[in-house]
């Protein structure tokens, strides 16, 4: 009786999931499939899902010469770079501050505890504000700086959504370690740098690179500023590929060629740290 | 082993004063327990030792050597936690070894002697067998110890102790008093120990420091604080059931001294050759007599309060008995016998006037104390 419950439960939860992996994967089958197809077989109706499959599309984003106007001024391993540079330099920026300042934020004691919280949530709310709200005084402000089309300013201006969150979701973090555990260090004979490598730092590393991981994704995927600010010669791929809709065509296999290869190290990332960031983020929820 | 001096420290948050102008000595080898209610400023005492809160004014000297400035990684102090601090990352054995690997003790002990030290005092403890184990497949009492352990494992100036056995379960915290106690002597460590359980306090310090708002009522052996209290305080905080205070007027009569209680409506009569007791007379005292100095009978004798029974709890090798006198008022008993037959009727209370304590009405310190048992 209680085996083909189970069994029936098991059978139920196991449908539940499969319509709800359909659903996430669905699209990204989607795109996977049209990277896959010709231009023919993408537009014509109903949806072929046989078809003769090629890399053409990965090819050509790859090759130099190109024809047609969009697709000449397209570089995509170029956008690419650009990504990795700016969103990887950006998180690391955003992380040294971030950590930096959440554990401060955790620690250090002030006059009023108030102050404390005060200064924690004018932090944090920069990363409420909507970006469209900021986008065109940080145009004025980079052009006057004339930093425009130039890395540094996207890896500057992605602070603002990097800096934010690392110091919420780390603070949170470096909040969970009991006070007393540092202290005890200190009087074991180690100085506060070295209590929080030791101590500290192991105690919230999945925490930490969990913040790392979503920073990361945040600003590789960031599309607003880079639309702005960015330029012929920083411009990262989610800017990039909106090239490939042009006057005369919109390539939209070259897109999804392009789309697919620009989730790539999220994937790999996400898929590397996955038992990171699953104990990362139920850290808090769950004490041993 | 040292001796350590503290002299009138003074500890502020904001304008909340949590010690006020505290000064003691613990001598070379000495236990002090710091007794105290709850928000006494005992563990904030501790955490000036160890260096974990800057002084706002007075000094600590560790034989001699000024420390108030001192960082608390440079103080040779070692303190356990009343939540024990353990690090979680670590197992048994690395967390007992990790105060032998401080930067400052990395010449003093190389790999060898770190594991002979920390064998030597999981044996002490009994937790050879858990080395291996990470603190959270421990219980309670494993955890408490492996605290401990890593507080004994250096051999630090003094132990600072903050609650040690509070958060075991009262089997073991019963054995651990005794065992904490040969340890020290075992050890003939300095100590400074805070706890809130009098017992404990009296059982394991050499001298017992009572706190009442950061402030010291009373530095004493475990005796004097039972019998000599320096005042209320003390009297309330040592003992359970608390003993009993009574307001009254203090009268010579025919040589001998007579306390009236008017709202109970008797005199308690009692002899001393105490001169100092004549300047109280005729002046309000408050008299204390604790639960184990009183006895219950059917009949009026002298020294004795009419009241009801109304109440008997059974403890493990006694009975204590509350009575409800006038005005709401209850008395607690300490009694070997069992007056269940007495549950609910009238009963007087006798008083053993030679063990009596009095008090003055106004600020409360002691100006009389009876026999000492």
Known sequence: ?288 | MYRLEVKNITKNFGKTTAVKNLSFNCEEGETITLLGPTGAGKTTTLRCLAGLEELTSGKIYLDGKDISNIPPNHRELAMFFENYALYPHMTVRENMAYPLKAPSRRKEFNKEKIDKRVQEIAELLQISELLDRKPTELSGGQKQRTALGRTLVRKPKVFLLDEPIAHLDAVLRHRMRGEMKSIFQKLGCTVIYVTHDYREALSIGDRILVIRKGELVQLAIAEDIWSRMNNVFVAKLAGDPPINIFKGILHTEEGNFKIELKKQKTDIVFESKKENLKKWEEKEVLLGIRPNNITISTIKKPNSINGTLSAIEAMSSSYEITVSISEGKMIKVKSKINFKDLLNKPIWVNIDSERIHLFNCQDEESIYHGRIL
Not at chain 1, 233 to 240: K, Q, S
């Open chain 1, 1 to 288: 009786m209680d085996e083909t419950k189970n069994i029936k439960t098991k059978v139920i939860l196991y449908i539940l999931l499969f319509i709800v992996a359909v659903v996430i994967l669905f699209p990204f089958v989607w795109i996977f499939l049209t990277s896959l197809k010709t231009a023919g077989d993408i537009t014509c109706y109903p949806p072929k899902f046989i078809f003769d499959a090629s890399w053409d599309n990965y090819k050509s984003l790859f090759k130099t010469s190109q024809t047609g106007a969009a697709a000449s001024t397209l570089n995509f391993s170029r956008y690419y770079i650009n990504s990795l540079i700016i969103a990887g330099f950006g998180t690391l920026l955003s992380l040294i501050i971030g950590f930096g300042a959440g554990y401060t934020l955790t620690r250090a004691k002030f006059k009023k505890e108030s102050t404390r919280e005060n200064v924690a949530f004018t932090l944090i709310s920069f990363w409420f504000g909507p970006e469209l709200a900021i986008i065109l005084p940080l145009y004025i402000f980079f052009n006057k700086l004339n930093l425009l089309d130039n890395h540094l300013a996207l890896i500057l201006a992605y602070q603002l959504i990097g800096i934010p969150f690392t110091i919420w979701l780390s603070r949170s973090f470096f909040s969970d370690v009991p006070a007393s555990v540092e202290e005890s260090s200190r009087i074991d004979g180690y100085t506060a740098l070295q209590t929080f490598w030791k101590i500290t730092f192991p105690m919230v590393k999945s925490g930490l690179a969990a913040t790392a991981i979503l920073t990361f994704i945040f600003e590789w995927n960031n599309f607003l500023f880079a639309l702005v600010i960015g330029g012929r010669n920083t411009m990262p791929v989610t800017t990039g590929a909106l090239g490939f809709i042009s006057y005369e065509a919109a390539l939209w296999g070259q897109m999804a060629a392009a789309i697919i290869l620009s989730s790539i190290p999220q994937l790999i990332i996400a898929m590397f740290a996955q038992k990171n960031m699953a104990r990362g983020l139920t850290f808090g929820a769950v004490k041993g």
